[in-house]
């Protein structure tokens, strides 16, 4: 069965092909295949997002798509809390040291004037 679309998911700018022709333009230079073709444009966007890959060419619309994957927050066995919740206290506990360490010059350069 044809494929509808390509895409290349190594190598040079991740790209979504309309046309078989295209793609080899982009991956035939290059050793072991860099790319895959889906059924449906949505086939190959899941797989562009399962891979991490969230900057790509569409060349169904000629643009370069960017799209925003909101990660999922998953729980942590131990302390049952979820990981986002970890990275925003991390984030929390370093803006309040680096609060501390302005403070702590201001008092030194006030000290030595």
Request: proline share 3%; hydrophobic share 40%; with cysteine.
């Amino acid at each position: 069965m044809a494929k509808f679309c390509y895409s290349v998911i190594r190598w040079w700018q991740p790209s979504i092909y309309m046309h078989w022709s295209s793609c080899r333009d982009q991956v035939h230079k290059f050793d072991g295949q860099g790319y895959i073709g889906c059924n449906s444009i949505e086939e190959v966007e899941l797989l562009l997002r399962k891979k991490g890959i969230n900057n790509y060419y569409n060349e169904f619309n000629q643009t370069l798509e960017e799209t925003i994957v909101q990660p999922k927050p998953t729980v942590s066995t131990i302390t049952r809390e979820t990981c986002m919740q970890t990275e925003h206290n991390i984030q929390l506990v370093l803006l309040r040291n680096m609060a501390l360490v302005i403070i702590g010059v201001l008092v030194v350069l006030i000290a030595l004037m």
